[in-house]
């Protein structure tokens, strides 16, 4: 077994420096920058229509009311199942890594991925919703895999390349659902929880390579829960995601808040180490930690992606089940869901880390780059709770919590996009035997080493991202006659047809549809 693991670790090794190389990183970020100015910076020239219709719709009936039409889910349904699956240790644990590994300064690199990665992942839900159909069983797909088909495809001398990029998306989405979505995920809650709930008994007793019982006890526990849920389709997934997800993202905010307020003194040093840091890593960081600033860019543009998920084209593949009808209302969805997920949770992730303490103490010293002994990447926000709620190790068992509630919803999540993935390839019938697959995944995120298992699902993202960007890329003046078409009707009143979907057919079916918006 530890043989295999080393192999995995070299081979995953060489993968991952060639895909977050220069080309990824600049790919990555050059799609949001070039949708951006596309778009007129529509992310903050629009800052109050997209904040209206999303976060300022969440009382109105039709946004979170469930639908009855087959396979569709509401708009809010829509979004929790997407932060369902951006939400998760990517927020805890990927901030702390990238704050380990880059110093204070990955997390401005971070913001910025996310500010540009808005208008990706609005793109790419506009395409998602523009370019979907119904599957054989009447319900919506949608996904980078339709409009690489029907999108790039449908350019002159494009026909092939785009089936091509289609099929290949839809192997790397179902790889990543298996990392990011999966072994990822379970890796980190097996770690938080049986560091906070420790049972001597069971975790004293190593099975092999310095996996205990415990863990494998614990991932058992984790598949179960997973095939309960995700068995059942995305209808059970969606219900699921939308009770928890709030729930879960309003409590670590507010708990956040209270360790952010008693260190109230370190709140502005800590934004000024996040900004000296970004540009000059040694003016901060000593030790050889962050001393490289492309280390620092690549940290904050890795954990980035990997929290919000923006680029990866994954988010979109539940947003276009969405009942709505306006693929611009959705990508307004979309930029809300970067923004809740990095501009909000990853920045309260990374003060509580910087401030717990102060710069030259807590759990993370700003000025030598040390973790305080006792933790690694994986503990290190459990330890910054603890240092205001350490009552009984109170504030390190919120975060095993937070984890488990973050972590689970992220496999829920990737769990139906890996099963789009599937359904593009093999079809709509079959999908219940991804679900059994990617549920026998979950497991093996509880045996492998945190970095391997980290590292895997960097490299599987990487994958997925660069066909996903070449189609947004590609179709991105698709995105900008949609807006327009859009913010002339909304903005300028003017009497024009909506588009709503390139197909003839289903955008006229699309106009005759009755649903109040």
């Given at each position: 077994?530890?043989?295999?693991?080393?192999?995995?670790?070299?081979?995953?090794?060489?993968?991952?420096?060639?895909?977050?190389?220069?080309?990824?990183?600049?790919?990555?970020?050059?799609?949001g920058i070039i949708v951006t100015f596309l778009t007129k910076?529509?992310?903050?020239?629009?800052?109050?229509?997209?904040?209206?219709?999303?976060?300022?719709?969440?009382?109105?009936?039709?946004?979170?009311?469930?639908?009855?039409?087959?396979?569709?889910?509401?708009?809010?349904?829509?979004?929790?199942?997407?932060?369902?699956?951006?939400?998760?240790?990517?927020?805890?644990?990927?901030?702390?890594?990238?704050?380990?590994?880059?110093?204070?300064?990955?997390?401005?690199?971070?913001?910025?991925?996310?500010?540009?990665?808005?208008?990706?992942?609005?793109?790419?839900?506009?395409?998602?919703?523009?370019?979907?159909?119904?599957?054989?069983?009447?319900?919506?797909?949608?996904?980078?895999?339709?409009?690489?088909?029907?999108?790039?495809?449908?350019?002159?001398?494009?026909?092939?390349?785009?089936?091509?990029?289609?099929?290949?998306?839809?192997?790397?989405?179902m790889l990543a659902s298996f990392g990011i979505g999966s072994?990822?995920?379970?890796?980190?809650?097996?770690?938080?929880?049986?560091?906070?709930?420790?049972?001597?008994?069971?975790?004293?007793?190593?099975?092999?390579?310095?996996?205990?019982?415990?863990?494998?006890?614990?991932?058992?526990?984790?598949?179960?829960?997973?095939?309960?849920?995700?068995?059942?389709?995305?209808?059970?997934?969606?219900?699921?995601?939308?009770?928890?997800?709030?729930?879960?993202?309003?409590?670590?905010?507010?708990?956040?808040?209270?360790?952010?307020?008693?260190?109230?003194?370190?709140?502005?040093?800590?934004?000024?180490?996040?900004?000296?840091?970004?540009?000059?890593?040694?003016?901060?960081?000593?030790?050889?930690?962050?001393?490289?600033?492309?280390?620092?860019?690549?940290?904050?543009?890795?954990?980035?992606?990997?929290?919000?998920?923006?680029?990866?084209?994954?988010?979109?593949?539940?947003?276009?089940?969405?009942?709505?009808?306006?693929?611009?209302?959705?990508?307004?969805?979309?930029?809300?869901?970067?923004?809740?997920?990095?501009?909000?949770?990853?920045?309260?992730?990374?003060?509580?880390?910087?401030?717990?303490?102060?710069?030259?103490?807590?759990?993370?010293?700003?000025?030598?780059?040390?973790?305080?002994?006792?933790?690694?990447?994986?503990?290190?926000?459990?330890?910054?709770?603890?240092?205001?709620?350490?009552?009984?190790?109170?504030?390190?068992?919120?975060?095993?919590?937070?984890?488990?509630?973050?972590?689970?919803?992220?496999?829920?999540?990737?769990?139906?996009?890996?099963?789009?993935?599937?359904?593009?390839?093999?079809?709509?019938?079959?999908?219940?035997?991804?679900?059994?697959?990617?549920?026998?995944?979950?497991?093996?995120?509880?045996?492998?080493?945190?970095?391997?298992?980290?590292?895997?699902?960097?490299?599987?993202?990487?994958?997925?991202?660069?066909?996903?960007?070449?189609?947004?890329?590609?179709?991105?003046?698709?995105?900008?006659?949609?807006?327009?078409?859009?913010?002339?009707?909304?903005?300028?009143?003017?009497?024009?047809?909506?588009?709503?979907?390139?197909?003839?057919?289903?955008?006229?079916?699309?106009?005759?549809?009755?649903?109040?918006?």
């Amino acid at each position: 077994m530890d043989k295999f693991l080393q192999m995995v670790e070299s081979v995953n090794g060489e993968i991952n420096g060639v895909i977050w190389g220069a080309f990824g990183l600049i790919l990555l970020v050059g799609t949001g920058i070039i949708v951006t100015f596309l778009t007129k910076f529509f992310q903050v020239t629009n800052i109050g229509l997209w904040f209206k219709h999303t976060i300022g719709s969440l009382f109105n009936k039709d946004v979170i009311k469930h639908s009855k039409e087959k396979g569709s889910i509401s708009p809010f349904q829509a979004l929790c199942t997407a932060l369902a699956a951006t939400v998760g240790t990517g927020n805890i644990a990927g901030v702390a890594a990238a704050i380990c590994i880059g110093g204070a300064g990955a997390v401005f690199w971070m913001w910025v991925a996310a500010f540009f990665g808005m208008m990706t992942n609005y793109a790419e839900n506009v395409l998602g919703i523009y370019y979907r159909r119904k599957n054989e069983n009447g319900e919506w797909s949608g996904g980078a895999m339709y409009y690489l088909a029907d999108g790039l495809g449908r350019k002159k001398g494009m026909k092939w390349v785009g089936k091509i990029l289609a099929v290949l998306f839809c192997i790397f989405a179902m790889l990543a659902s298996f990392g990011i979505g999966s072994m990822g995920q379970v890796n980190k809650i097996v770690t938080n929880v049986a560091h906070a709930f420790d049972v001597s008994a069971l975790s004293s007793v190593e099975v092999f390579s310095g996996v205990s019982l415990y863990n494998i006890i614990l991932g058992a526990i984790i598949m179960a829960l997973t095939a309960l849920i995700t068995l059942g389709g995305l209808k059970r997934i969606a219900n699921v995601a939308e009770k928890i997800v709030p729930f879960m993202v309003v409590l670590f905010v507010l708990g956040s808040v209270v360790i952010i307020g008693i260190n109230y003194a370190s709140i502005i040093p800590a934004f000024k180490a996040i900004f000296v840091n970004a540009f000059c890593p040694e003016a901060f960081v000593g030790g050889g930690i962050g001393a490289v600033i492309d280390k620092v860019v690549t940290q904050g543009f890795k954990r980035g992606v990997f929290s919000n998920e923006a680029g990866l084209g994954s988010s979109v593949m539940v947003h276009s089940n969405s009942n709505i009808k306006e693929p611009v209302k959705q990508g307004m969805w979309g930029i809300f869901e970067v923004f809740a997920d990095t501009m909000v949770v990853c920045t309260m992730t990374a003060l509580v880390i910087l401030t717990a303490g102060g710069l030259d103490g807590g759990v993370f010293n700003v000025i030598t780059g040390e973790i305080a002994a006792g933790y690694t990447d994986a503990t290190l926000v459990g330890g910054a709770f603890n240092s205001v709620f350490s009552w009984g190790n109170i504030g390190e068992k919120f975060i095993a919590i937070a984890m488990f509630l973050f972590a689970f919803t992220t496999v829920l999540g990737w769990s139906h996009y890996g099963s789009k993935a599937w359904e593009y390839l093999f079809g709509a019938k079959t999908t219940f035997i991804f679900r059994i697959i990617h549920v026998c995944t979950v497991i093996f995120g509880a045996v492998l080493t945190s970095s391997l298992a980290w590292d895997i699902s960097d490299t599987f993202n990487g994958l997925m991202m660069i066909p996903n960007l070449i189609g947004v890329l590609v179709l991105s003046p698709v995105v900008v006659k949609i807006t327009k078409n859009y913010l002339r009707r909304v903005k300028k009143g003017e009497d024009i047809e909506p588009i709503y979907n390139f197909d003839p057919e289903v955008q006229a079916q699309e106009l005759a549809r009755k649903i109040d918006e």
